[in-house]
């Protein structure tokens, strides 16, 4: 734990500096390629989001690190980010009070993915990261232009009474 306040910054071990520009380099990655899935779909939450809160989650994830706050600081540092994602996401969804309709689920569980894959960045798991981000934009961008397609015809169908 650090407890000297005598300098005003801390020194980093030889190398640290280049791991944390390559941990948040990746986070911020993490963010855009799933950010930018969303804002092509013109949805709310788009890439400055998704990579804030990429970013965000892998600097909260490095900050015990570098603090030797050991695995169960690091651990309450991740709940932590969990919970604070939960309760952004749960300001994104919307109940249509007119319909049976809820919006910004997506937009929720992509905010909240985003911050897992931030956490992956920040502790170092580059493939999980990665991996993670790949499958992520395959759910969101091309799942997510089918599924409109198909409320599309869904909606023309209903409209013609077929």
Known sequence: MITDVSTPFH???????????????LAASVGLVLGSGRERL?????MRTHMVVSIGSAVFTLAPILAALGNDG??????GIVQGIGFLGAGTIIKLSDRAE??????AASTWLTAALGVSAGLGYLWLAVIGTVIAWMVLVPLGIIEKRMEKKRLSNGATGQ
Do not use: E, H, N
């Not at 640290?16 to 948040?24: F, S, Y």
């Not at 013109?42 to 788009?46: A, D, I, M, P």
């Open 42 to 46: 013109r949805k709310t939450s788009g």
């Open 102 to 107: 809820v919006k910004g689920l997506t937009t």
């Open 11 to 25: 020194s980093l071990p030889p190398g640290a500096l280049t791991t944390i520009t390559l941990r948040l380099a």
């Open 74 to 79: 690091i651990s309450r540092v991740i709940q």
